[in-house]
């Protein structure tokens, strides 16, 4: 798997949305939206190709099924779905916190 981007080490996974195709994907994720502060996204493709689309500045990427991109804090982004088959989802990742 080839992974666009890089997590810094010791984040943890602690949310992960469902599998989203043409038909379910939320329009808010077609559209200019970012993570909260210190949220990592890891966009995963499991068909298809997605355009991930960085907006300022502007910037894309096209992953093919079985790869990812990282999404960094706080930067305003989108996707496209290029392909009729084209499905994903997203991992986020925040640091540890210790007790």
Not at 38 to 44: D, E, K, S
């Amino acid at each position: 798997m080839t992974v666009h981007g890089s997590l810094p080490p010791g984040l943890t996974c602690y949310k992960r949305t469902t599998q989203f195709t043409r038909e379910t994907v939320p329009e808010g994720l077609l559209a200019e939206h970012k993570t909260k502060m210190g949220v990592w996204g890891l966009l995963r493709v499991t068909g298809g190709r997605i355009r991930y689309c960085i907006d300022h500045p502007r910037s894309s990427v096209d992953v093919a099924a079985g790869h990812a991109a990282v999404i960094e804090p706080q930067v305003l982004h989108h996707v496209e779905l290029l392909d009729p088959d084209s499905s994903f989802l997203v991992e986020f990742y925040r640091a540890e916190h210790g007790d």
